[in-house]
């Protein structure tokens, strides 16, 4: 089962369900045939593709609307905010290379601030799935729902046999009394790769899988933070408004405080090139992660392995 | 009814038009009143009573009664300033009690400066300019999916047209093939508060649409005659989105602000008010001393 699969079966059982695309159609490629008029391309406009996503959802219809997760949240932004999210419909926004996925793309590609915009727009649900097991098992639960969601797509393959998705549940991989990373989408590959290094050296590591950002899953989060081991957020996602500032928002309302590690884009777009070259150069891949964790505790004794081997992306627009 | 004499090929009877204008004036009564304590987009409104008095009293099958019905006509009010026009013919027409009216601008109720789908009848909320030739594009696509075969109209400004996502929708609907989709223009020649040739012409505006793949009518908004006519040749095209520019003047009906550049947002005093109404009864002009408010 891929994506494209999922979604053609999802499309024959649910009539109301349309494929949708501003010419972005790397998932969805055999789809016009078996769908015929249910496919529809807007061309390269993400601004009419969510107006015509919105219309058709006030017609009883649930669109699933492909472009780049850059171009729909940014272009598209205003007519997501007030077409979809002012009349809440259930557009459901399947958004290509997210974060580190744009690789070699160039700023103008990279969607660092998705979370933070879609996550501002009330009655948007978040998700960002860790690979494409783990996709495929959440987007039953979330074409299902009634509310608009936005969707950080990977398809990278699955390093990790996941557990089944409930919705607003994050997926809880390990507890660990001296760290615990918190990531979401696909730098949990790199997750899990830190988290075993950090264990070989010695530590106690957890390890949480968010999978929704909104609804959060408070009270894992929370539980974290209670048991007082230092908490990792850990995301392809400028450092302003994604994980880090919504556990800052999670720790003020329940007036809790937290010793934090946050692993993000401070402030800059990340250099471009290989998806190995861009984890390496920025300081995301597994090894990496474990040293800045490690170096966040004072430790000068372990060098963590040797350098991640990163599987590249295949091109894809 | 005015609804049992519509689509035939005669030319609108004086009895027709003499009750489309009776309406049109009750609906610009309406307008006048809203225009005061916080005030409404009066010229604009002004501008598209007559065209959205002929669409809901005549040509469209949209009553209070229908609006459930998956296969009524569709309209799309994208410029969504001028809604006092649109309330004030919902209020004439049944579709929401006149006494709501008096909520404007009220937390008590949603009467607003743009439309919303807390009054029956409004297909979607607008405000922000260019949104709904996209939205009424989703539908018509889905009417299509369906294979229904009602009218989807959205109106938009002139100035609108200066929103990109105007042409691009329009591009994808001719793409589509969407005859079923009709971009009406309230050509009242001003953006917000210059004149629309003042600041980005459109002129020549109709072989625009034509570029971009549409059939263009262009008729006076203010003729109900001209009116009836473009509106009952639609689909004008069996595989292209139809366009029916409709030349206007912002103000309409009310000689002191007619045309003015600064008389698009206005907020009138009681006394004002009471001899704009005695204006638009009379076609004699009231001697206004309001500031006037540039809002954009």
Known sequence: MNYEQLIHETALADERLLVMTAENRALIRNLPGPLGARFIDTGITEQTLIGAAAGLALRGRVPVVHALATFLTLRAFEFIRTDVGIANLPVKISAFVPGFLSDGNGPTHQAIEDVSLMRGIPGMTVFAPADEQDMLAMLPAI??????????????????????????????????????????????????????????????????????????????????????????????????????????????????????????????????GLLSEVLEYEGFTGQHIARRIGERLGDGEHTFGAKTKVIENEFAE | MLRQAQHDNDSMTTEKQQALSELALRVREHIVRLSTDGGCF??????????????????????????????????????????????????????????????????????????????????????????????????AMDAKLRG????????????????????????????????????????????????????????PLAPKFEAFGAVVKRIDGHDFAALEEAFNGLPFSQDKPSVIICDTVRGRGLPSIERRADRWFCNFSSEEITSLLQELHSQEATKLTSETLTVR
């Open chain 2, 42 to 139: 009066t010229g604009a409104s002004l501008s598209c009573a007559d065209l959205l008095v002929y669409l809901y009293a005549d040509f469209l099958n949209v009553r209070p009664d229908n609006l459930q019905d998956p296969e009524r006509d569709y309209l799309f009010l994208s410029k969504g300033h001028d809604v006092p026009a649109l309330y004030g013919t919902f209020a004439e027409l049944g579709f929401m009690p006149k006494e709501r009216l008096a909520n404007h601008l009220k937390s008590n109720d949603s009467i607003y400066w743009h439309p919303n789908r807390s009054v029956p009848g409004v297909e979607f909320h607008s405000g922000s300019l260019g949104h709904l030739p996209s939205v009424a594009l989703g539908v």
């Open chain 1, 143 to 272: 074409w299902a729902s009634p509310d608009p969601a936005y969707v950080r797509v990977t398809t990278r393959p699955a390093t990790y046999q996941h557990a089944p998705f409930e919705l607003g549940k994050a997926e809880i991989v390990s507890e660990g009394t001296d760290i615990t990373i918190l990531t979401y989408g696909m730098l949990f590959e790199q997750a899990l790769i830190a988290k075993d290094l950090l264990t070989e050296a010695g530590y106690s590591v957890g390890l949480v899988n968010l999978r929704s950002l909104k609804p959060l899953d408070e009270a894992a989060v929370l539980n974290v933070v209670r048991g007082g081991s230092l908490v990792v957020t850990l995301e392809d996602h400028f450092q302003t408004g994604g994980l880090y500032s919504i556990l800052a928002e999670l720790l003020l309302a329940n007036e809790l405080t937290a010793k934090v590690l946050p692993l993000a884009l401070k402030e800059r777009w990340y250099k471009p």
């Open chain 2, 148 to 203: 229904q075969n009602q009218h989807v109209i959205v109106i938009t400004g002139d100035g609108e047209l200066n929103e990109g996502t105007c042409w691009e929708a329009l591009l994808v609907a001719s793409a589509h093939k969407m005859n079923n989709l009709t971009f009406v223009i309230d050509r009242n020649h001003f953006q917000a508060n210059i004149a629309t040739e003042d600041l980005i012409p459109l002129e």
